[in-house]
Nanobody, 115 residues
Framework: VQLQAFGGGLVQAGGSLRLSCAVSRDITSSAAMGWYRQAPGKERELVAEITRSDGTKYLDSVKGRFTISSDNAKNTIDLQMASVKPEDTAVYYC??????????WGQGTLVTVSS
């Protein structure tokens, strides 16, 4: 299974950006799919996730600004980012958890927010 993330780049504070993750297989039956990020010198953290059991959840600092969605027909996982802040600067990774120990990660896409 391969995941490829797109959409990163440089954006001004207050602007918007859309990340997309293309998955090489059907995502309909997956246990969870989501976006994580890792800022320089910090640990990777969960940004947003869709889970079969618990629905959708977000990191507190992005609630109301970011929206995660999936397109089962296209096998994509998207993250719409709005009102971005400099502290959103990080490498963003998409993740797909099929079931059990079978999880897969994209290669990461850099988002830089300028103040």
């Amino acid at each position: 299974v391969q995941l490829q993330a797109f959409g990163g780049g440089l954006v001004q504070a207050g602007g918007s950006l859309r990340l997309s993750c293309a998955v090489s297989r059907d995502i309909t039956s997956s246990a969870a799919m989501g976006w994580y990020r890792q800022a320089p010198g910090k640990e990777r953290e969960l940004v947003a996730e869709i889970t079969r059991s618990d629905g959708t959840k977000y990191l507190d600092s992005v609630k109301g600004r970011f929206t995660i969605s999936s397109d089962n027909a296209k096998n994509t996982i998207d993250l719409q980012m709005a009102s971005v802040k400099p502290e959103d600067t990080a490498v963003y990774y998409c993740r797909l958890h099929l079931w059990g120990r079978f999880e897969y990660w994209g290669q990461g896409t850099l988002v830089t927010v300028s103040s």
